[in-house]
């Protein structure tokens, strides 16, 4: 007799290990917000790299998706803050769209009331002054984690990912449901402070992958932005190699850092968010003709300024909002620098909102600003 293949679930040891198990722990949430015999479930799925059970809920009329029950594989209970919350789901059972097939139509989207702002201070905090989903898009370049004792800025890498975390909790709270989180981010190489020591690279892109989904945003690609040649040799990385080649001396010179794509998570088609869009004008004008960049390999040129240690080119927020935003619409950079982000949003008739903690940084911000709403 066949025997059978045994469960990632039973490997992993869960506390909830079937689709029954996980429909049991969905079915007592839906039970106690009073809405049993309105829904109904889709297939659960384990998934475990996070160690969770996701449980679509169907409206029992027409089976349309009205939200999703999150549970913690290994505890067995719901995680409230990644399951749609009880609101959301009574909206969309009342909402005439799940009467019948699932829709990429819905109610239109309220425009935000956001204006062009520039916050001054720490972005965990300056954030919590934007509303929920007040946001179409943002696109950031966090600062760099400086092992060197003379920096002071974080205690180490743990005490730097937390205070990523905690900074992007905001811009995914007030990111509008189904928009686009885009962070530009490379590996940091930390010098060795002696010779008998090693140098250690950092792969702080990985790890703020796992923050950003965790923190509940959809990864959607992984674009390169390569360097033309020249840059990184600088860093003298791969020197040793090249002079007595031997193996495992091998190491590569960067010349690459990522541009990485999320959408902040919804059970909506992206056409939901073109299509009930509250100007259809803006979106029709914002299309994007002629040449584009096909592959997730872009060739930029980087930038340099005097004033600032670490721009990116206003080519590549330029292309950015582009490709993710309407006109009209509120872009957030929470690592503003001299805002770059800013510039390139009034450039092509976006809002932007920039928040910037380095008085010399806001500086540069509030003497540019005019001639970017002026140009
Ligand atoms: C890599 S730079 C971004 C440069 C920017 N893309 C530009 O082109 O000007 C990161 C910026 O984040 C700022 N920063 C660091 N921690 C911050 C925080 N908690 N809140 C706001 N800004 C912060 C730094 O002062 C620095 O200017």
């Known amino acids: 007799m066949a025997r059978r293949a045994r469960l990632v679930s039973e490997d992993r040891a869960y506390e909830v290990r079937t689709v029954d198990d996980a429909r049991r722990v969905a079915?007592?949430?839906?039970?106690?917000?009073?809405?049993?015999?309105?829904?109904?479930?889709?297939?659960?799925?384990?998934d475990d790299r996070y160690h969770v059970w996701r449980v679509p809920v169907l409206a029992a009329t027409g089976a349309a998706r009205v939200?999703?029950?999150?549970i913690d594989a290994r505890a067995g209970t719901v995680d409230a803050r990644r399951s749609t919350d009880v609101e959301t789901v009574r909206a969309r059972l009342a909402s005439p769209d799940t009467s019948g097939a699932p829709s990429h139509r819905g109610p239109v989207i309220a425009r935000s009331t956001l204006s062009n702002t520039v916050l001054a201070g720490d972005s965990e905090l300056t954030l919590r002054d934007l509303p929920d989903g007040s946001v179409d898009l943002v696109f950031t370049s966090p600062p760099y984690f400086n092992a060197r004792p003379d920096s002071g800025d974080f205690v180490d890498y743990r005490a730097y990912l937390d205070k990523m975390r905690r900074v992007f909790r905001q811009c995914t709270r007030v990111l509008a449901e189904g928009r686009f989180l885009i962070v530009n981010t490379a590996p940091v190489l930390l010098?060795?402070?002696?010779r008998s020591q090693s140098s250690r690279r950092l792969a702080v892109p990985f790890d703020l992958h796992a923050i950003l989904v965790e923190e509940g945003l959809d990864f959607v690609d992984d674009i390169v932005w390569e360097k033309p040649e020249g840059a990184g040799w600088a860093t003298g990385r791969g020197r040793r190699f090249a002079a007595d080649r031997s193996p495992l001396q091998y190491k590569a010179v960067p010349v690459t850092e990522y541009v990485l794509v999320y959408r902040n998570h919804t059970d909506r088609l992206i056409d939901w968010n073109i299509r009930s869009h509250h100007d259809p004008d803006a979106v029709a004008r914002s299309r994007i003709s002629g040449e584009y960049e096909r592959t997730n390999v872009w060739r930029l040129a980087p930038a340099s300024?005097?004033?600032?240690p670490a721009v990116f080119p206003a080519s590549l927020a330029e292309r950015v909002i582009r490709y993710w935003s309407f006109e009209g619409d509120v872009v957030l950079d929470p690592f503003a620098g001299i805002g770059t982000v800013g510039m390139a949003a009034a450039r092509l008739g976006r809002r932007f909102v920039l928040s910037e903690v380095e008085e010399r940084y806001l500086a540069v911000i509030r003497r540019e600003l005019a001639a970017w709403l002026t140009s």
Not at 32 to 45: D, Q
Not at 67 to 70: A, N, P, Q
Not at 305 to 308: A, F, L
Request: hydrophobic share 30%.
């Open 305 to 308: 300024r005097r004033d600032h």
């Open 191 to 194: 010098r060795r402070s002696s």
């Open 67 to 70: 939200g999703e029950i999150v």
């Open 27 to 46: 079915d007592d949430q839906v039970g106690s917000w009073g809405l049993r015999g309105a829904t109904g479930f889709g297939l659960p799925e384990v």
